[in-house]
């Protein structure tokens, strides 16, 4: 079985704050007695396309499958172009995607009308879904993004799209801040005290892949997961409120996303306290029900981070490996 965990093992900064004094006794258990390993940091969608059998285009080709997900149709390459918010600090430039603020589908649809009266068909974003847009391609552009998930929260810089069609996209997206900046929308949205929509983010850029064979199944409450799950035929569900032991059985993804918001923020309250709640709901009843899991075992992995844990049932007897603290078992 494969867990999903963004963040769960979070850069030292964060991990030194958030960590110190916390007390999870399964997790640092299976800390202990797991081996640890390394993963891919693309997000945790690139880890979902892995696992599912669906294939890596230039990207792992997101847009086409969320595209059909949002009732949307149509031959080509896609690419999301999500609305964002990007803050200016001194030395970089930092992203907060729409899980940081609300955009209604109206305030989307006159964004995206004057983006278009402006680019006409340079730049024509389709907007499904408030928070998902997409563009629209008739051949593939040689380019290269980063997920949304992973850059949120990030210096923006070494993250932008590469390839040689990103440097004419890069000119646009620069027109396109500047064309947000006084919006009628965003004047509203920070009158209101609310973030404004001052760019996009481009990533997960596809034409539509073969489905592979029916897939394991999937638990998440993400709606990109569950497009995911579902063009893939697998059985997809919204995670049970803590472990059930009889999952261990199935071949299943679970994606456990309660650390994102706070992983991405650099909140260390936040980070604390959902630990707390995965110790409680997964930790302490996958520790208990570890010597049941089959011959394949199980593995917790963060694939923002890109590292992992993986466990045997034969690790529920080391009890040699005495639990460190959590900033060492995390580390």
């Known amino acids: 079985m494969l867990f999903l965990i963004p963040h769960l093992f979070p850069p030292p900064r964060l991990l030194e704050t958030a960590a110190q004094d916390l007390q999870l006794p399964a997790l640092q258990t299976l800390l202990a007695r797991g081996t640890r390993l390394r993963c891919p940091d693309e997000g945790a969608e690139a880890a979902l396309c892995e696992a599912l059998g669906i294939a890596r285009q230039q990207d792992w080709p997101l847009a086409p499958i969320t595209l059909a997900a949002d009732g949307g149709a149509g031959g080509g390459y896609w690419l999301r172009a999500d609305p964002v918010h990007l803050r200016v600090m001194r030395d970089r430039i930092v992203l907060a995607d729409s899980s940081l603020f609300d955009l209604l589908q109206q305030e989307a649809d006159a ?70 900046f006084d919006h009628p929308v965003n004047l509203a949205r920070e009158a209101r005290g609310e973030l404004p929509v001052n760019s996009v983010w481009l990533w997960g850029g596809g034409s539509a892949p073969v489905a592979p064979p029916a897939g394991r199944p999937v638990y998440a409450r993400d709606a990109t997961a569950r497009a995911l799950g579902a063009f893939c035929g697998s059985s997809v569900y919204p995670p049970p409120p803590q472990l059930e032991p009889a999952m261990l ?20 309250y936040g980070w604390r306290e959902a630990m707390r709640e995965l110790e409680r709901s997964w ?42 603290s959590l900033i060492v078992g995390l580390a």
Request: hydrophobic letters at 45%.
């Open 111 to 180: 964004l995206v009308a004057s983006i278009r009266q402006h680019f006409g068909d340079a730049l024509r974003p389709l907007p499904l879904h408030p928070t998902r847009w997409y563009l629209h391609f008739p051949h593939a552009p040689h380019l290269r993004t980063t997920p949304v998930s992973v850059a949120s929260g990030r210096d923006i810089h070494p993250l932008l799209p590469q390839g040689d069609a990103a440097g004419p996209l890069r000119v646009r997206l620069n027109e396109l801040q500047m064309l947000l």
């Open 283 to 324: 930790f302490v009843p996958l520790l208990a029900a570890l010597r049941t899991v089959d011959a394949a075992g199980l593995s917790l992995l963060d694939p923002v981070n890109g590292r992992g844990l993986q466990l045997q049932a034969m690790d529920a007897w080391k009890i040699w490996r005495r639990p460190r």
């Open 249 to 268: 059985k199935t071949a299943g993804v679970v994606l456990l996303d309660d650390l994102t918001l706070a992983g991405q923020c650099g909140d260390a």
